[in-house]
């Protein structure tokens, strides 16, 4: 039986969110292509005929991760962002959490590709908070956007230490709570 191309595009956007998934819980390492096309529920054979190789797979996977995570950005505030952000929930939620907090130590030893996607990732998440920040009072370009850097930076790392540190750790929750006091309590001013 011949698949529709229809099909073939929905099998190949449930094997990329599947993958997206498992990447952000295990890391690009920890996940082979077998027990991701298993994952996704398709053979092993059939992950050529949707990609070029796995490398292909895990840049068009940091997209999709990267947009749910700006699709979150734009139904909140710039403060209900990173308070959202910045909780034990987030934290816990690996496979469905920010794909930057998840991925950035994996992405800096892959291709040039991958680092390209992260970067336009980023630089979209960027220019939405900017807007935000312009909309609220920052009138400097510039300032906006080098507090936008600084926040994402402060929070990405938030998640990552906080994740590194045994999941019932008080140093996991202090981090979370002391990173998200101090981004959130100047935007309430």
């Known amino acids: 039986m011949r698949v529709t191309k229809a099909q073939a595009q929905a099998n190949r956007a449930h094997i990329v969110e599947t993958a997206s998934e498992l990447f952000r819980e295990r890391g690009y390492d920890g996940v082979g292509v077998a027990d991701l096309m298993a ?3 398709f053979t092993h054979g059939g992950f ?13 996977a940091a997209a999709c991760g990267l947009a749910k995570t700006a699709s979150a950005e734009e139904a909140l505030d710039v403060a209900q962002f990173f308070q959202r952000y910045l909780s034990r929930e987030h934290r816990d939620a690996r496979s469905t959490g920010c794909t930057m907090a998840a991925l950035c130590g994996d992405a800096a030893r892959q291709p040039a590709a991958i ?12 220019k939405r908070a900017e807007h935000a920040g312009a909309e609220n009072g920052d ?10 850097i600084e926040r994402f930076a402060q929070a990405v790392g938030a998640i990552m230490l906080s994740r590194a540190c045994p999941d019932d750790a008080p140093l996991a929750d202090e981090i979370i709570e ?3 006091k101090a981004i959130v309590a100047p935007l309430a001013d």
């Open 48 to 60: 050529y005929k949707h990609f070029g190789s796995k490398a292909d797979l895990m840049a068009e």
């Open 139 to 148: 009138q400097d370009p510039h300032t906006a956007r080098a507090r936008m």
């Open 115 to 126: 680092k390209a996607t992260f970067a336009e990732g980023l630089e979209g998440l960027l």
């Open 39 to 41: 994952a996704a529920g």
């Open 178 to 180: 002391v990173c998200r």
